[in-house]
């Protein structure tokens, strides 16, 4: 486990055992919280790939199943919606479960224990990824470093010149980690031509589909289809091809957000009714994208900026909290204990500015 993860982990298990979590759970009853996760997996640290983060272990999601069916209502996002337009509160301590991508173990391991629980959901898809034509960008970055036989190389980007070490796993990841902050930066119109230049100057080939490591793997159509059935889970969209909209231009903005509607809608039969933002952080979406995805038809979107959602929250950029890595974790974020003990520190430290 990583070290800032680590101490997370270790602060959520002190706010639950110290009593804030339920003590939040009262106090904040009226706020919703909508969790996202991405893919899942049966067991930690496939050599293949070297980020993580992306895949959370089964069993972790199972018990934080279990802990939301026992002490939350899970609603479907398309209950927050409906409860907006009609002017109605939502339950107390409600939490909506959303994933984003459209990893084939949504359907694999997350639907089983969904159902078992009867617990609804929103997948958020990236359809150019379940139509097979290309994995997302960040998986092809993700295997290059993984895969080359490189031990090091000079990178130049954004004006910068990395040194990326690929002597262990660690370098690695670290590598990646550093070179990932720099693509995010780049041009939609030229993040493409950086990955192809990538995986030449590394020597590793563009994977295909079939190529990827079981994690990294796409839903199929039918999939996504069969748990629609179900009536529990919502497909949403998530772009078609991945792009950090607020990098791309207009028209290619636009075009990102109606092939993805106009794909969900081919596959499923049904216009989708939530979208989320790629990556989803404040400079990751603007004004315009807001604006193209209302007018796509879409009733609501969501953000990765963390916080949580009351009456005020606005619909096309709903706040989510990352994927929690341990039961606790999950608790302290859900309960708003993590939220209280920020909007106290915050408070503590404008007061000691005014002595
Ligand atoms: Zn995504």
């Not at 030449?200 to 079981?214: E, K, M």
Request: hydrophobic share 40%; with cysteine.
């Amino acid at each position: 486990m990583p070290h800032a993860s680590q101490s997370r982990a270790i602060k959520a298990a002190a706010l639950v055992g110290s009593g804030l979590a339920s003590y939040a759970r009262t106090r904040r009853a009226k706020e919703t919280t909508i969790l996202t996760f991405h893919g899942l997996c049966e067991n930690v640290g496939d050599p293949g790939i070297l980020d993580w983060s992306l895949h959370l272990p089964v069993a972790v999601f199972r018990s934080i199943c279990a802990l939301l069916a026992a002490e939350y209502r899970v609603i479907p996002l398309a209950e927050l919606v409906e409860a907006r337009a009609n002017n109605q509160s939502l339950p107390d301590n409600s939490v909506i479960i959303t994933f984003d991508d459209g990893y084939a173990s949504n359907f694999e391991l997350a639907y089983p224990i969904l159902k078992k629980f009867e617990l609804p959901a929103t997948v958020f898809v990236t359809t150019g990824f379940l139509d097979g034509e290309d994995m997302m960008w960040f998986q092809r970055v993700d295997l290059a470093l993984s895969r080359t036989q490189k031990e090091q190389i000079n990178w130049k980007i954004n004006d910068n010149k990395l040194s990326l070490q690929l002597g262990t796993r660690k370098e690695r990841q670290e590598s990646l980690v550093c070179l990932m902050a720099e693509m995010k930066e780049l041009h939609d119109m030229d993040l493409l031509g950086e990955v192809d230049r990538l995986e030449l100057a590394l020597g590793v080939a563009t994977p295909t589909l079939a190529d990827l490591p079981v994690p990294m793997r796409p839903l199929t159509w039918d999939m996504a289809c069969d748990m629609i059935y179900s009536g529990l889970i919502e497909i949403g969209g998530h772009t078609h091809t991945h792009p950090i909209l607020s990098s791309c231009d207009s028209m290619a903005m636009r075009a990102e957000i109606s092939t993805c509607r106009d794909r969900i809608r081919a596959e499923t039969g049904d216009l989708p009714l939530s979208f989320a933002y790629p990556n989803g952080g404040a400079d990751d979406y603007n004004r315009e994208s807001m604006l193209m995805v209302r007018e796509a038809g879409f009733k609501c979107a969501c953000s990765m900026v963390n916080g949580r959602v009351d009456e005020h929250s606005a619909l096309f950029q709903l706040p989510r909290y990352g994927s929690p890595e341990s039961v606790w974790e999950a608790e302290a974020t859900v309960s708003g204990a993590f939220e209280t003990l920020k909007e106290w520190r915050q408070s503590c430290l404008k007061a000691m500015s005014l002595i």
